[in-house]
């Protein structure tokens, strides 16, 4: 119950950290964002989000920000994609192998995968809340953990350990490796646009802030 009342009240927080409009217009480069001395590999014209799936930071954000914020970016020509970090988790990398798998057939399928129906949201909205509203730690091992992946999404456990070894879904797990590097800066979840401008969201004080920042950036 204790679990509970702390998600709620971070949840709360969320929203109401973000439910202001009023947003500073001279925006300063080492407090509101910074540059990356390694750009992230094909980041142009995206706001890439490293996330974890036992980050309580990336849940409270995926629920309470990303869902206003992202079609924002997307309206403004951004294509939002998330890039999971595998050295965070007891099941971090594969986790970003069965994301991976997921997000290649939402691609090939022709969907969103940001979309209620995406193979994505559906496996990364699963382990968020087994995790952090369920108190889950999979204690059985890691056949615990992809059961709560293929029961949200309907992939077989035999599907999966297929797929995890194809170079398709290795190749995309494993670009996001990179990712860490990103992520010791100001830990995560961490906002990078075009691939080179970190936000840093100690300073974001609303949503059409945190927008207008990533809009000034992408011009950048």
């Not at 192998?97 to 995968?113: H, P, T, V, Y």
Request: hydrophobic residues 45%; aromatic residues 12%; charged residues 25%.
């Amino acid at each position: 119950m204790q679990r509970r009342s702390f998600i709620a009240a971070a949840v709360a927080a969320a929203a109401a950290s973000f439910s202001g409009f009023a947003f500073a217009e001279d925006f300063k480069e080492g407090v509101d964002y910074q540059k990356l001395s390694t750009p992230l590999a094909g980041g142009q014209g995206k706001v890439i989000k490293i996330f974890s799936y036992d980050c309580p930071f990336c849940f409270r954000y995926d629920i309470g920000v990303d869902p206003k914020a992202v079609p924002m970016f997307e309206k403004a020509g951004l294509k939002f994609e998330p890039r999971h970090l595998e050295t965070k988790g007891k099941y971090g990398r594969c986790a970003s192998e069965f994301f991976a798998m997921c997000i290649l057939m939402d691609q090939k399928a022709g969907r969103s995968i940001e979309a209620p129906n995406s193979l994505f949201k559906k496996a990364k909205d699963a382990v968020y809340q087994a995790y952090h509203r369920k108190g889950e730690r999979w204690t059985k091992g890691e056949g615990a953990f992809i059961e709560t992946l293929t029961a949200a999404t309907g992939i077989s456990a035999a599907d999966f350990a297929k797929e995890r070894k194809s170079a398709a879904v290795k190749s995309l797990a494993d670009s996001w490796k990179p990712v860490y590097a990103v992520a010791k800066i100001q830990g995560i979840p961490a906002y990078v646009v075009n691939g080179k401008w970190l936000v840093m969201t100690k300073s974001i004080k609303s949503i059409d802030g945190f927008v207008a920042l990533v809009k000034k950036l992408s011009k950048m």
